[in-house]
């Protein structure tokens, strides 16, 4: 089956820098969020979109943006990268339910991108 | 604000043999999703079982079960037969129903340890 797809799977930058990370959901999926793990952290959550359209937002520093495109792929963009900006970023993907209950509010998450920070 | 604790930083068990990781949520909510995901060292989130706030009954996935005790806010997670590829960090998640598209949030997380 499909899954989330990532890239970069590395990326090393120096300070003050931009990076950009993508996310490509699973297919029909219309929700993807973005999470940030820190070393021996549990994931916080950073922005999420539905439709295109931002849904809901975590800790996620005005330094860092977001998108969904047409195709419901994302973009996070981070600027002026900081030191504690190393960290994994995952993307997760997945379909909002119906009119009833379904069982695919389930988040499928991507092998992530690990960032270095420089 | 919802938060996810998980109270045992390291677990370990023989292979074979059964283990209970426990999780605990605190919400003021009804309708919610908890999920349990295995983090194995290649760091990649996989997931392992979710529960449905409104099933009475509990899940399981094979050698995976839970025990979900809503009116105690427990979501504890049962590996039977536990193998060495078992061995992960496991992370107990909570996602609010209320909207179709919830973020997760994590608790901090029970390393297990598998002994052959």
């Known amino acids: 089956a499909a899954g989330v797809i990532q890239s970069p799977r590395h990326l090393i930058k120096e300070k003050r820098e931009t990076a950009t990370l993508k996310c490509y959901p699973i297919?029909?999926?219309?929700?993807v969020y973005w999470y940030q793990q820190g070393p021996g952290q549990d994931p916080q959550f950073l922005i999420s979109?539905?439709?295109?359209?931002?849904?809901d937002k975590g800790s996620i520093p005005d330094r860092f943006s977001a998108q969904q495109f047409s195709d419901y792929h994302s973009e996070l963009n981070m600027s002026s990268l900081e030191l504690g900006d190393s960290a994994l970023y995952f993307c997760?993907?997945?379909?909002?339910?119906?009119?009833?209950?379904?069982?695919?509010?389930?988040?499928?998450f991507g092998p992530g991108t690990r960032l270095t920070v420089l | 604000a919802q938060t996810v604790t998980q109270s045992q930083p390291e677990m370990s068990v023989q292979e074979a043999e059964t283990v209970t990781l426990s999780c605990t949520y605190d919400?003021?909510?009804?309708?919610?999703?908890l999920f349990w995901y295995k983090q194995p060292p290649s760091r990649q989130m996989i997931l392992v079982i979710r529960?449905?706030?409104?099933?009475?009954q509990n899940a399981t996935e094979n050698r995976f079960s839970v025990n979900f005790q809503k009116a105690a806010k427990s979501f504890s997670l049962k590996i039977s037969d536990s193998q060495l590829g078992d061995a992960a960090m496991y992370f107990c998640?909570?996602?609010?129903?209320?909207?179709?598209?919830?973020?997760?949030?994590f608790g901090q997380g029970t390393i297990l340890t598998v002994h052959p």
């Open positions: 997760a993907s997945s379909q909002a339910p119906g009119g009833g209950r379904t069982s695919t509010d389930t988040q499928y």
């Open positions: 297919p029909r999926h219309d929700t």
């Open positions: 979109f539905y439709e295109k359209m931002q849904s």
């Open positions: 919400t003021s909510e009804s309708d919610y999703y």
């Open positions: 529960q449905e706030a409104y099933k009475q």
């Open positions: 998640a909570y996602g609010f129903g209320g909207t179709s598209y919830g973020k997760l949030t």
